[in-house]
Nanobody, 125 residues
Framework: QVQLEESGGGLVQAGGSLSLSCTVSGRPFRTYAMGWFRQAPGKERKFAAGISNNGGAIYYADSVEGRFTISRDNAENTVNLQMSSLNPEDTAVYYC??????????????????WGKGTLVTVSG
């Protein structure tokens, strides 16, 4: 059983920065592409960022491109999301996800194998 656990959410002012982390246990981490999705209040969950199993391919949603940076550490079994220039529209529950490839994150619906429980990010404006 693969388990994903997010951390790092919280309250931040508009224009600020926040870093999220996801720790994966249960299976070889480098097997999976990893991603971050987010779900704003009253809206559907959407793809935000994804990184391939070896870190060689990275993709972002247009809404976060240039502001968010995804990275992974295969030695530590972690995937991180560095967020900057945050605005109230970034307020959401952020979910860590694992899939066979980054293309699976961007399919409709996303072909995610495992989800974390989510961490709330609130941007006050």
């Amino acid at each position: 059983q693969v388990q994903l656990e997010e951390s790092g959410g919280g309250l931040v002012q508009a224009g600020g920065s926040l870093s999220l982390s996801c720790t994966v246990s249960g299976r070889p981490f480098r097997t999976y592409a990893m991603g971050w999705f987010r779900q704003a209040p009253g809206k559907e969950r959407k793809f935000a960022a994804g990184i391939s199993n070896n870190g060689g391919a990275i993709y972002y949603a247009d809404s976060v491109e240039g502001r968010f940076t995804i990275s992974r550490d295969n030695a530590e079994n972690t995937v991180n999301l560095q967020m900057s220039s945050l605005n109230p529209e970034d307020t959401a529950v952020y979910y860590c996800a694992a899939a066979p490839t980054t293309s699976d994150f961007r399919s409709s619906p996303p072909r995610v194998m495992f989800w974390g429980k989510g961490t709330l990010v609130t941007v006050s404006g």
